[in-house]
């Protein structure tokens, strides 16, 4: 293959933002060659659904030193505006010396020679800018931002964010709270047409109530989540016609984030920062004390069973600020996996009712019930509901003997860990049980995580007692 010819180049870097990124790499690491990995054909393919059009939102979490402000905040620009040097774009970052510091490496590619020659329609106006600003011929610009920086009277057509929030801010009293304000009254009212401009948010993410998890409750993401260690199996879009196979446990980046380095991390982050900045999966103060990653995932429920059981977490009343929770869980083969998950504000009424029509309907074996508060009631009320030759054997009750919520999910985790229990890759459900766990013990909801605790104990007691069949007694557990 004879070598490509200098407007053969040019052209493939108008073409392919791709392209255009790795030589951006090169340029600004004096001729190093860019480690090339599917994440970063992620990010560019989200990105050109922008230039495109048919997104308007699009947010990247993704751990630190994954490349993103090269791509985003200094390449992308670079290549809007070769393409279109009228458009008018913001890049925020959290601080005016790293906004300063991309701004400068901006300018360093547009005033390249390679650049230049790629996109000769692309000219700034040196006379007009400065080092936050970057004017063109055609009135388009890219301007460098801080948080909290003034923007009264200016208006861009996309507006980057790239890392609003310092790690430092999230300590401090309403660190998040003030950035999160200033996005909402001052920088998304600066847009140029809010019907069809564009925002761009990439960061790792921080904290429970950081810009990412702020702006997804005001409208529609779309969202590019990328750990460092794959929790569940992803598939993610790299092209218009092509996606990458993010299976559950694989590295994102083994070159540049691989497991030591992680394990280094992780030691000196600690678990709570771990999860949130290199996991996108940030936890309350005080939380992660359940790590989803341990759990093995199903994509479909084994047919074949030993037993089926319920584990209920009967709330008070209806009106106590707790759920009730029922979950069906199933034995297969010495692992247990769960089936379905139930929860709501219901009266005892119809809390027994729906008991009752979730053992009918998947046919359990037992109905395992605390015999604490709400739980003794509604034990009772199964033993009169039931016949003789089945309430014996189907409600159970189970005592934890004085343990904390803390230890009893302790002490699940343990069957977690040796991989013996199972939750869906996806369902309906999942999200808000996954929340609960993540946010455990630091979240204001823990009711899920009661049922599951309630569900591995009798697991583990139904794994010694082998299923014994002459097992009778009211309301107490198998032995």
């Given at each position: 293959m004879t070598n490509p010819t200098n407007s053969e180049v040019y052209a493939l870097l108008r073409l392919s933002f791709v392209a255009f990124v790795e030589k951006v790499f090169r340029t600004l690491l004096n001729g190093r060659e860019m480690q090339d990995n599917w994440h970063i054909q992620a990010i560019c393919h989200a990105l050109g659904q922008v230039q495109k059009g048919t997104e308007k939102r699009v947010m990247i979490n993704i751990p630190p030193r994954s490349l993103k402000s090269i791509i985003v905040s200094v390449a992308w620009p670079a290549f809007l505006l070769g393409h279109n040097p009228g458009l008018q774009i913001f890049v925020v970052s959290h601080n005016l010396d790293l906004a300063i510091g991309l701004s400068n490496k901006f300018r360093q590619i547009v005033n390249a020679d390679w650049y230049k020659a790629a996109f000769p329609t692309m000219s700034g106006a040196p006379q007009k800018d400065n080092e936050r600003i970057f004017l063109t011929d055609a009135g388009g610009f890219r301007e460098a931002i801080s948080v909290n920086g003034a923007v009264i009277g200016k208006g861009a057509d996309?507006?980057?964010?790239?890392?609003?929030?310092?790690?430092s801010e999230v300590a401090t009293e309403n660190g998040c709270a003030k950035v999160n304000n200033?996005?909402?009254?001052?920088?998304?009212?600066r847009l140029n047409d809010p019907a069809s401009s564009a925002m761009v948010l990439v960061m790792q993410r921080l904290a429970i109530n950081d810009p990412a998890a702020h702006l997804q409750t005001q409208e529609d993401w779309n969202c590019v989540t990328l750990p460092a260690i794959a929790e569940e199996d992803q598939i993610v879009p790299i092209s218009d016609v092509e996606e990458y196979h993010f299976n559950k446990g694989e590295l994102l980046?083994?070159?540049?984030?691989?497991?030591?380095?992680?394990?280094?991390?992780?030691?000196?982050?600690?678990?709570?920062?771990?999860?949130?900045?290199?996991?996108q999966r940030p936890v309350p103060p005080g939380g992660g004390e359940i790590d989803i990653s341990l759990f093995q995932r199903y994509k479909t429920l084994p047919k074949l069973y030993d037993v089926r059981f319920l584990s209920v977490d009967a709330a008070s009343s209806c009106r106590s600020g707790s759920y009730s929770v029922i979950q069906v869980w199933q034995m297969t083969n010495g692992n247990v996996y769960l089936a379905d998950n139930q929860r709501g504000y219901w009266t005892f009424p119809q809390l027994t009712k729906r008991v009752v029509d979730t053992q009918t309907l998947w046919k359990a074996n037992f109905v395992a019930i605390e015999r604490a508060s709400s739980g003794l009631a509604l034990i009772d009320v199964l033993w009169e509901h039931y016949p003789d030759n089945i309430r014996r054997?189907?409600?159970q009750g189970l005592k934890h003997k004085g343990l904390s919520?803390?230890?009893?999910?302790?002490?699940?985790?343990?069957?977690?860990?040796?991989?013996?229990?199972?939750?869906?890759?996806?369902?309906?459900?999942?999200?808000?049980?996954?929340?609960?766990?993540?946010?455990?013990?630091?979240?204001?909801?823990?009711?899920?995580?009661?049922?599951?605790?309630h569900a591995i104990e009798f697991f583990r007691k139904l794994l010694v007692s082998r299923f014994n069949p002459e097992y009778r007694g009211r309301g107490r557990v198998l032995k």
């Amino acid at each position: 293959m004879t070598n490509p010819t200098n407007s053969e180049v040019y052209a493939l870097l108008r073409l392919s933002f791709v392209a255009f990124v790795e030589k951006v790499f090169r340029t600004l690491l004096n001729g190093r060659e860019m480690q090339d990995n599917w994440h970063i054909q992620a990010i560019c393919h989200a990105l050109g659904q922008v230039q495109k059009g048919t997104e308007k939102r699009v947010m990247i979490n993704i751990p630190p030193r994954s490349l993103k402000s090269i791509i985003v905040s200094v390449a992308w620009p670079a290549f809007l505006l070769g393409h279109n040097p009228g458009l008018q774009i913001f890049v925020v970052s959290h601080n005016l010396d790293l906004a300063i510091g991309l701004s400068n490496k901006f300018r360093q590619i547009v005033n390249a020679d390679w650049y230049k020659a790629a996109f000769p329609t692309m000219s700034g106006a040196p006379q007009k800018d400065n080092e936050r600003i970057f004017l063109t011929d055609a009135g388009g610009f890219r301007e460098a931002i801080s948080v909290n920086g003034a923007v009264i009277g200016k208006g861009a057509d996309i507006c980057i964010m790239d890392d609003l929030l310092d790690a430092s801010e999230v300590a401090t009293e309403n660190g998040c709270a003030k950035v999160n304000n200033w996005i909402d009254t001052s920088l998304s009212t600066r847009l140029n047409d809010p019907a069809s401009s564009a925002m761009v948010l990439v960061m790792q993410r921080l904290a429970i109530n950081d810009p990412a998890a702020h702006l997804q409750t005001q409208e529609d993401w779309n969202c590019v989540t990328l750990p460092a260690i794959a929790e569940e199996d992803q598939i993610v879009p790299i092209s218009d016609v092509e996606e990458y196979h993010f299976n559950k446990g694989e590295l994102l980046d083994a070159a540049r984030l691989p497991m030591d380095t992680l394990d280094v991390q992780r030691a000196k982050l600690g678990t709570a920062n771990f999860l949130a900045q290199y996991q996108q999966r940030p936890v309350p103060p005080g939380g992660g004390e359940i790590d989803i990653s341990l759990f093995q995932r199903y994509k479909t429920l084994p047919k074949l069973y030993d037993v089926r059981f319920l584990s209920v977490d009967a709330a008070s009343s209806c009106r106590s600020g707790s759920y009730s929770v029922i979950q069906v869980w199933q034995m297969t083969n010495g692992n247990v996996y769960l089936a379905d998950n139930q929860r709501g504000y219901w009266t005892f009424p119809q809390l027994t009712k729906r008991v009752v029509d979730t053992q009918t309907l998947w046919k359990a074996n037992f109905v395992a019930i605390e015999r604490a508060s709400s739980g003794l009631a509604l034990i009772d009320v199964l033993w009169e509901h039931y016949p003789d030759n089945i309430r014996r054997t189907l409600v159970q009750g189970l005592k934890h003997k004085g343990l904390s919520k803390e230890d009893r999910a302790g002490k699940a985790m343990v069957l977690v860990e040796q991989g013996l229990v199972h939750i869906p890759l996806e369902t309906l459900w999942l999200n808000d049980l996954l929340a609960e766990f993540s946010a455990f013990p630091a979240g204001s909801k823990d009711d899920q995580v009661d049922a599951f605790s309630h569900a591995i104990e009798f697991f583990r007691k139904l794994l010694v007692s082998r299923f014994n069949p002459e097992y009778r007694g009211r309301g107490r557990v198998l032995k």
